[in-house]
């Protein structure tokens, strides 16, 4: 399924959850459009990455990266400059290929009451294993 096949009507709720689940990131952490596109269900990377294209303000977009711990390329250099700015004010570092140390900076995702308190599926009930619902210490 791609966002073309997502009607209008169908898009907005959509992009609702993708920006509840956005909201939650904490300053100094970041989550994959694949990770967010996991929690929110039914949709994909690329929706997600539609969704932060048109996302209101008060949405931190600059904390979804992709699966490399990169910022996205965009078809204006500006947009990703801006965004690779605003996490290092967060504290991110970036090293010289412009890739962040995503195990040190990825956010666990939200807890169980909100995900249950929203209406989201839990880890458990997406199939996640076990052992990847606790963030590793080690």
């Known amino acids: 399924m791609n966002e073309r096949d ?4 169908e898009r907005e709720p ?8 956005v909201r939650q990131i904490p300053p100094g952490r970041v989550a994959t459009y694949g990770q967010v596109a996991e929690i929110v269900g039914q949709c994909t990377a690329r929706m997600v990455g539609y ?19 990169k910022v996205s390329p965009r ?25 962040m140390d995503l195990k040190a900076v990825r956010w666990a995702g939200p ?15 997406r ?4 052992d990847e619902m606790q963030p590793r210490l080690f």
């Open 6 to 9: 997502v009607p209008p009507t």
């Open 14 to 21: 959509l992009y609702a959850r993708i920006y509840a689940v």
């Open 51 to 69: 969704a932060m294209a048109a996302c209101p303000d008060d949405v931190p977009w600059q904390r979804v990266v992709n699966a490399q711990g």
């Open 75 to 99: 078809a204006d250099h500006w947009g990703a400059e801006v965004q690779r700015l605003r996490l290092q004010e967060e504290g991110i570092a970036f090293d010289e290929s412009y890739r």
């Open 111 to 125: 807890d169980r009451e909100w995900l249950i308190e929203n209406d989201f599926s839990l880890p458990e009930d």
């Open 127 to 130: 199939g996640v294993p076990p």
